[in-house]
């Protein structure tokens, strides 16, 4: 079963506006990443926040980590055409045998020009 | 520049046939990972590996074997391609307790 489901699913809003994604996730993580993926390309990583950790930046993304609430979110601001993307969380946790990177369905934005 | 790099972009097979996916990473890392994406499922972990030899079941592993005989390459075998596994195979690497996923290409596959 996936480990982190993305809400929303789609999301389309015009270039300038504010993006956010929401993830939320099951189990205890080590950490949480976030990745995206241009159309049938692989995946880009974009930002990690470690489990102790409840906000981090980078450049344009701002992400968020409640443990309490087992949830994150990824927050793109001022949006550009060329952010139309999907966008994944992943988190990583142990499972008896190794740490595992689970993802969850993706939310997938469009930016319209 | 690092890379993750997969043997084939895109790959057709028959039914029944023996599917060999390869991924190499130049990144002396640990961790490998190989997942299945899919229209609405987002990505399925198949197998992950720690270690040379060193191999571990994820969420999805029947149909699936994978072996890492040396650090930078990881194989996904499909013992006998079923029309069920058309889909794109993704390989990833990472640091030990998992840092950040560097991705390959991915692998179209369609099974006929």
């Known amino acids: 079963s996936q480990q982190g489901e993305e809400d929303p699913q789609a999301l389309s809003i015009q270039e300038g506006e504010n993006a956010t994604m929401n993830c939320s996730y099951k189990t205890s993580i080590n950490n949480l990443q976030w990745y995206r993926q241009n159309s049938g390309r692989g995946l880009v990583h974009l930002i990690l926040?470690?489990?102790?950790?409840r906000e981090k930046h980078s450049g344009r993304l701002r992400v968020t980590l409640d443990t309490s609430k087992k949830s994150s979110s990824l927050l793109i601001t001022a949006s550009r055409a060329a952010d139309t993307a999907s966008y994944f969380c992943a988190t990583v946790h142990y499972n008896n045998a190794g740490n595992m990177l689970t993802f969850g369905g993706g939310t997938r934005l469009m930016v319209k020009p | 520049d690092v890379k993750v790099t997969q043997s084939s972009r895109y790959l057709v097979k028959r039914t029944g046939e023996k599917v060999f996916l390869e991924c190499v990473q130049d990144?002396?890392?640990?961790?490998m990972f190989w997942y299945r994406q899919d229209p609405g499922l987002g990505l399925r972990l198949i197998y992950f590996s720690y270690d040379v030899k060193m191999k571990e079941k994820g969420d999805i592993p029947e149909g699936y074997s994978v072996s890492r005989e040396k650090k930078e390459r990881f194989s996904l075998i499909l013992e006998s391609a079923s029309t069920n596994q058309t889909s794109m195979y993704l390989c990833?690497?990472?640091?030990?307790?998992?840092?950040?996923?560097?991705f390959g290409p991915g692998t179209r596959l369609t099974v006929l």
């Open positions: 926040i470690r489990s102790n950790e």
């Open positions: 990144m002396d890392h640990e961790n």
């Open positions: 990833a690497s990472s640091q030990p307790v998992v840092g950040a996923g560097f």
